[in-house]
């Protein structure tokens, strides 16, 4: 019953979350499908915020010539031109954000959550 009853309100919370994002038009279609989706596997999540971690300490910290390559279009998510330390902390406090408000940790939710929380232009 608890789990039905949790299942019920994360689909209204998406519904809702759907309906909002539709005031928003350009949110997802600027910052396209895959932003902070740094492995490709469809979700935004501490797996990606560890590999932009890696790439950081490998390129700026270590200096490793032949560090691991990220695609920067997804890697940068706040859009400053680097990939930092910060990219990883906004994954993190998005996929906080999504487990404790039932919404899918995707790059469409990611990028409203970016616009909705200032990091970038709506
Ligand atoms: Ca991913
Ligand atoms: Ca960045």
Redesign the pocket.
């Known amino acids: 019953m608890k789990h039905f009853f949790k299942k019920t309100i994360a689909t209204i919370l998406s519904v809702a979350t759907l309906a909002t994002a539709a005031v928003i038009p350009n949110a997802s279609a600027m910052y396209s499908w895959t932003l902070?989706?740094?492995?490709?596997?469809?979700?935004?999540?501490e797996?990606?915020a560890r590999l932009i971690l890696r790439y950081y300490t490998e390129v700026y910290v270590a200096h490793k010539p032949n560090h691991i390559s990220l695609p920067k279009s997804r890697a940068d998510v706040n859009k400053d031109g680097a990939i930092t330390i910060e990219d990883a902390q906004l994954i993190l406090m998005f996929e906080d954000y999504a487990e404790t408000h039932y919404i899918p940790k995707t790059s469409w939710f990611f990028a409203i959550y970016l616009t909705d929380h200032g990091v970038l232009p709506i």
Do not use: W
């Open positions: 902070g989706d740094v492995n490709d596997d469809n979700y935004v999540n797996t990606d």
